[in-house]
């Protein structure tokens, strides 16, 4: 009886396991079946369920959101484009795959991948022509750019979006099927945004279980302090807000999160070490640029950098080790010229140059309290740091005709160019401050600065040096623009030429008007204002550019304004007002209202007491993004000119 029970068993448990076992079998497959074998960067950031479908999947296609794959191969990145032939003008050159989901989201939906290398090929030209150099430093190995260009999708769009501006409606039409340059910029804009938000996404996935992303990668990482840096240069030319204070932020605090101020990366090649200090200093160049134009505190400090300064290209192509040369030795370098990268020598020079415009932006001259005369005080030991830099230039890096056609036969006529034109500017960028204005009716003759010196005292030795550098400074941006032929003229177009010329501008306009009796001779004043006037058609052209030259040229005429209404007493009229500030006028009534805009203390608005020169209120001008520039003068100029100057400059609006 028992060994029949078990039996009986036996065959039960065998009939159960074969109609059981390959239902479970096919449930186990199935659901293996249906798992999501990776899902888009979007839905692992917000833990959603993602079905895979590329280029984008529904959760993204439906939410109308970029769908970006970090993981995805070359030919996913930038795959070749289809354009049918009767793709209508103005209608973007995307895969057709993408779905068209709204007209608002338009943009965003169409940028799920680049466009060809071929496509890229002019955008890329302009970049390396414009920028690479001199505002970035080189901070990539060119002749591996073309093969490993796809590993950098967000650096890549950044380029484009900063480049696009440059193309000619042909050049637009060819490579990306839009109509202008601003047309590309505006649709590959909203994807350089999200990939930069997600550059700030720190992966959640433990790395066991999942590939590591593009953001937690160190290479990559390197990549997204560039496309920042590129990106923030997009949005200051622009003149989008302030999204590129943001921008270069980020990348600064990237590359201090990564030590590129330090020598710790032995592990890499020779070459990514190099590339990795050329990111660094292209970091602090973009932070000295933003801190003046925007009159912005600087960033990053040089008391805790201890990397060597960018070797040669040939030494990289040689993957030669560096030579250790640094801000300190530089000067005392003693081997061939041929062995130091002309971008060290411009890095240096920069740091000379905010050092002096520090004295501005900090306003030093109310702070220090020793007399600009002692060699102990600040303007002074800036002073002379820079000039002892200028003394110690090679004679293969003194400004002459020679030396600039040389240069531009090896295509540094920029860098050349823009080294000189900040050496002359530090000389005058500070000294500034002490250019009395004597206008016979002023009322801060009862105004002191730290040292006790009245902000009316005249000393010839510091005027000399403001007015024979300024000079200098226009005589070397005269003999380009005059003689240059259209490519020469691009040695003039860089983003450095606002902070080199402004201050100078001022200085042309002080010997105009200011009639001061040993330095605006008859032919200084002339030459001034030829020089004034050359500045003034740089930025006109600029304009058709670059948006913030609209700013830049505005101030210009401001400031051109302003000195006529002080010295002359001329008003200007109702029409060159708007030209000066249209944004500033309301409807004219002819009583001549100021629109109630009268600032008080409190207001976010800077104390008059806190600008008591002239040159004060006009750098104001270039930096103050809440007030019209106007009215920027009349709350400046209050705290010193006289009432009915003020009355009669101001009523007219």
């Known amino acids: 009886t028992i060994g029949r029970a078990r039996a009986l068993a036996d065959i039960s448990s065998d009939t159960l396991a074969r109609r059981t076992g390959p239902r479970m079998d096919t449930q186990k497959k199935s659901s293996r079946g249906r798992r999501t074998p990776q899902a888009c960067a979007t839905c692992r950031r917000r833990k959603t369920k993602c079905d895979g479908a590329r280029p984008r999947c529904r959760h993204c296609t439906k939410r109308n959101v970029p769908c970006t794959w970090p993981w995805a191969t070359e030919e996913e990145i930038l795959s070749p484009l289809v354009v049918a032939e009767s793709t209508a003008i103005g209608s973007p050159l995307v895969d057709e795959s993408v779905p068209d989901t709204s007209i608002q989201d338009t943009?965003?939906?169409?940028?799920?991948?680049?466009?060809?290398?071929?496509?890229?090929?002019?955008?890329?030209?302009?970049?390396?022509q414009r920028h690479f150099v001199l505002d970035f430093c080189s901070f990539d190995y060119l002749p591996t750019w073309e093969s490993q260009y796809s590993e950098k999708p967000f650096l890549v769009t950044s380029i484009v979006v900063l480049c696009a501006q440059y193309l000619t409606p042909e050049e637009s039409w060819r490579g990306f099927r839009l109509r202008t340059g601003h047309d590309v910029r505006c649709?590959?804009?909203?994807?350089?945004?999200?990939?930069?938000?997600?550059?700030?996404?720190?992966?959640?996935?433990?790395?066991?279980?999942?590939?590591?992303s593009h953001v937690s990668s160190p290479i990559a990482a390197v990549a997204n302090i560039q496309g920042n840096l590129v990106l923030a240069l997009s949005e200051l030319l622009a003149d989008a807000g302030s999204s590129h204070w943001l921008y270069a932020g980020t990348a600064i605090r990237m590359a201090q999160i990564m030590r590129l101020n330090k020598e710790y990366h032995q592990r890499h090649t020779t070459r990514e070490q190099e590339?990795?200090?050329?990111?660094f200093w292209a970091c602090l160049l973009m932070d000295r640029c933003l801190a003046y134009l925007l009159s912005k505190p600087r960033t990053l400090g040089l008391t805790n950098v201890q990397v060597a300064l960018p070797s040669t290209n040939l030494s990289v192509a040689y993957q030669e080790q560096t030579r250790g040369i640094s801000l300190e030795n530089l000067a005392a370098f003693d081997g061939f010229p041929s062995e130091v990268s002309l971008s060290s020598y411009f890095i240096k020079t920069v740091c000379l140059w905010s050092d002096m415009a520090d004295n501005n932006i900090c306003h030093k001259r109310f702070t220090d309290t020793r007399s600009p005369l002692d060699p102990q005080s600040h303007l002074a030991r800036c002073s002379r740091a820079v000039q002892e830099w200028s003394f110690s230039l090679p004679s293969h890096l003194e400004w002459s005709t020679e030396n600039y056609s040389t240069h531009g036969s090896l295509g540094q006529s920029r860098d050349f160019v823009s080294l000189h034109l900040l050496l002359r500017s530090a000389l005058c960028i500070a000294h500034q401050c002490y250019l009395p204005q004597l206008d016979g009716c002023s009322l801060l003759l009862d105004c002191l600065d730290a040292a006790g010196l009245s902000l009316l005292h005249r000393e010839p030795s510091l005027?000399?040096?403001?007015?024979?550098?300024?000079?200098?400074?226009?005589e070397i941006v005269a003999q380009i623009w005059k003689s240059a032929d259209g490519d020469g003229r691009l040695d003039l177009e860089t983003t450095w030429l606002a902070g080199t010329c402004l201050p100078a501008a001022n200085v042309f306009l002080w010997l105009q008007y200011a009639t001061d009796e040993e330095f605006s001779t008859q032919d200084v004043r002339e030459m001034a204002k030829y020089y004034f006037y050359t500045i003034r058609s740089i930025f006109s052209t600029l304009c058709g550019q670059w948006q913030i030259a609209h700013g830049w040229l505005a101030t210009l005429r401001t400031m051109e304004a302003t000195y006529r209404a002080a010295y002359l007493g001329e008003i200007p009229p109702d029409s060159e007002i708007e030209e000066l500030s249209p944004s500033s006028l309301s409807s004219h009534n002819g009583e001549g209202s100021l629109n109630g805009f009268k600032p008080r203390p409190g207001d976010g608005c800077p104390p008059v007491t806190e600008r008591s020169n002239l040159y004060d209120v006009l750098r104001m001008i270039t930096t103050e993004?809440?007030?019209?520039?106007?009215?920027?003068?009349?709350?400046?100029?209050?705290?010193?000119?006289?009432?009915?100057?003020q009355n009669s400059l101001f009523g007219c609006l």
């Not at 590339?275 to 990111?279: A, I, L, P, V």
Request: glycine letters at 4%.
């Open 187 to 212: 649709h590959y804009l909203p994807l350089a945004e999200s990939m930069a938000r997600d550059t700030l996404t720190t992966p959640t996935e433990s790395p066991k279980r999942e590939t590591r």
């Open 107 to 128: 943009a965003q939906a169409a940028q799920t991948v680049l466009p060809t290398f071929d496509s890229l090929r002019r955008i890329f030209d302009l970049f390396f």
């Open 625 to 645: 993004s809440t007030l019209e520039e106007l009215q920027s003068v009349w709350m400046y100029l209050a705290g010193g000119w006289s009432e009915d100057l």
């Open 275 to 279: 590339m990795r200090r050329r990111t």
């Open 463 to 474: 005027i000399s040096i403001c007015v024979s550098n300024a000079m200098a400074l226009g």
